[in-house]
């Protein structure tokens, strides 16, 4: 057969089953020398993957009890600050200096609370701010007990949290405000201290909702003579001291009878509050 | 030819090339079609590797700049404590409660340099001895200022760390003894304030070796009347209550002229310092 009739022949019959093998048979077998080739480099790079992923997952357990054990040491050394200004606090000369020291024991019990509600707000860094209110000022009850002042709590939103920075100045001025008022604004005892977080009613340009939280007394006011004591009050100091820092306002509002109750507010924007 | 004659015919001549193309042929397709089967799972597995080890990265990220953000906070709370203990001392009425809270300022300022020490060792929790008692002794003579003393140093163990368990009551020991010293040993200006951190010549009986730790003046020394003052002072009181924590000791030693040093010493062994 003339090398044209087989191709003629191979055109028509096709090729052969006999053919086919003859020529796929090194082909298939080149085929599954290259597949396992690859197989067991595939192998290999899922072992390196593998190692790998144990590697990060060690670092990330690492990091992980190392932040633990940070966190432990933060609440150590709030402990440890506690104890020294209690050393303080029984060395002092005068009652007023062994207050002065209770007074800073307070605050930096305060500060140690805001860290407190970070480690279980669930995220990271975040205060959920109606829960730190609460805390703050069920603690500022604990060391008053004014049993005829009603504190009502209007905060509803359950959702909303600000970064530890804005947390620990606001947390402060809470406080304080809160003792000030237990301490002047309800001279008969009696009266209510109101601490409110709600959205404003406007939103800003962008459509962003703001919050404004408010700290407040409707009892039977101080009185002119008290407001100017008060503003010479370390407590007070200190609040507008915070107050500039983080863009709070501390006011005193006329009442009706001729005294002032005390206002604290503050305005969170959608950057501080989230 | 019968099926007994072929058995035996392809026993004899074997199988020949056609009759093995015959028989491997398909299954040469199927181990083809397993390898790259196969394949496809193992670049599944190889993309979910791939997927899960990007996950991980970002989550070791992720906790190393919170463990930072962490810090910063640690620190910023560390200068807002400050703070508040200023407005204390600002506040004081008399000159004896000024200097206290300036003491536990500078004590909470020792455990905020702590907390720096561990930043900067390298090793997270851990502390280099010696660059800690440095720095605490440094920080205390720039707050008295007694050139006429001279600071002895006797610490060779560069790569000696312990954990900041340890670190921060040791270094609110120091703290007070060197202000002690500063205070009280040096009554004619002049003498020697030596810190000393030496390997102790004896191992404990599993062959481990110990540091001591020693703080002490070679200065004219102070009378049994001052002695007994001290004994009364919170910065006493304290290193006490320290002492009975991590096991040193606080100790008058009587000199020739009737007189008594003091000494600050601690033994380390292996699980605290290493």
């Known amino acids: 057969m003339s090398n044209s ?3 003629i022949r191979d055109k028509i019959i096709g090729l052969g089953e006999s053919s086919a093998r003859k020529s796929y048979y090194p082909q298939l077998l080149e085929n599954i020398r290259e597949l396992k080739e690859e197989r ?3 192998i290999e790079t899922v072992h390196t993957l593998e190692e790998r992923e144990k ?4 670092l990330v357990e690492e990091k992980s ?9 933060v609440k150590n050394n709030f402990q440890i600050i506690s104890s020294l200004l209690n050393l303080g606090r029984n060395s002092a000369l005068l009652p007023s200096e062994a207050a002065n020291f209770s007074e800073t024991g307070r605050r930096i019990q305060v500060m140690a609370q805001v860290y407190e509600r970070m480690l279980h707000s669930g995220i990271l860094l975040k205060v959920q701010i109606a829960e730190l209110l609460r805390y ?3 603690d500022a009850y604990y060391s ?3 049993p005829g002042v009603r504190i009502n709590y209007r905060m509803n939103e359950n959702q909303l949290f600000c970064g530890v920075d804005l947390a620990t100045p606001l947390a402060l001025i809470v406080n304080e405000v809160i003792s000030l008022l237990y301490s002047y604004a309800f001279s008969d005892g009696s009266g209510e201290l109101n601490i409110e977080l709600a959205p404003d ?13 408010r700290v407040f007394d409707t009892g039977p006011g101080i009185t002119e003579s008290t407001k100017e004591v008060l503003e010479k009050q370390l407590g007070v100091i200190l609040i507008r001291n915070l107050c500039s820092q983080i863009g709070g306002s ?12 005390i206002i604290f507010s503050i305005s969170l924007n959608k950057d501080q509050a989230a």
Chains 1, 2 share one sequence.
């Open 5 to 7: 009739n087989k191709k």
């Open 55 to 58: 590697e990060l997952e060690n």
């Open 65 to 73: 009890i190392l932040l633990e054990e940070v966190h432990h040491r």
């Open 40 to 42: 067991a480099k595939l």
């Open 136 to 138: 703050i000022a069920a």
């Open 201 to 213: 009613t406007a939103m800003d340009s962008a459509g962003n909702t703001a919050y404004t939280i």
């Open 144 to 146: 008053v007990k004014k």
């Open 250 to 261: 501390y006011n005193y509002i006329p009442t009706a009878s001729g005294n002032y109750n």
